[in-house]
């Protein structure tokens, strides 16, 4: 079983930045498809960026595209999400999820906050 633990939310103005941080232990990520998705108040959860542990291959969505980026480091096995130019509508609880084989695994979530 793999365990997640986020950190790096926290409340930053509009333009800001943030890193978040998923780090896992239980297993390698290195099989794995890692993810961030993020849920708002009232709305449903929504896919923002994943990266493949075997060869980095990313996903990015739409509405974060160029501001937005992820990355893996194999050797701490943590996942980061490099939030920069963040908006009001970045606000939402970012949750980190790791699938494999079928198998998925949720962090706890952290939550972001951006004020205007």
């Known amino acids: 079983e793999v365990q997640l633990v986020e950190s790096g939310g926290g409340l930053v103005q509009t333009g800001g930045s943030l890193r978040l941080s998923c780090a896992a232990s239980?297993?390698?990520?290195?099989?794995?498809?890692i993810g961030w998705v993020r849920q708002a108040p009232g709305k449903e959860r929504e896919g923002v960026s994943c990266?493949?542990?075997?060869?980095?291959?990313?996903y990015i969505a739409n509405s974060v595209k160029g501001r937005f980026a992820i990355s893996f480091d194999r050797a701490t096995n943590t996942v980061y999400l490099q939030m920069n130019s963040l908006k009001p509508e970045d606000t939402a609880v970012y949750y980190c999820?790791?699938?494999?084989?079928?198998?998925?695994?949720w962090g706890q979530g952290t939550q972001v906050t951006v004020s205007s």
């Open positions: 990266i493949s542990g075997g060869d980095d291959s990313t």
């Open positions: 239980g297993d390698t990520l290195d099989a794995y498809a």
């Open positions: 999820r790791v699938i494999r084989s079928g198998f998925g695994y």
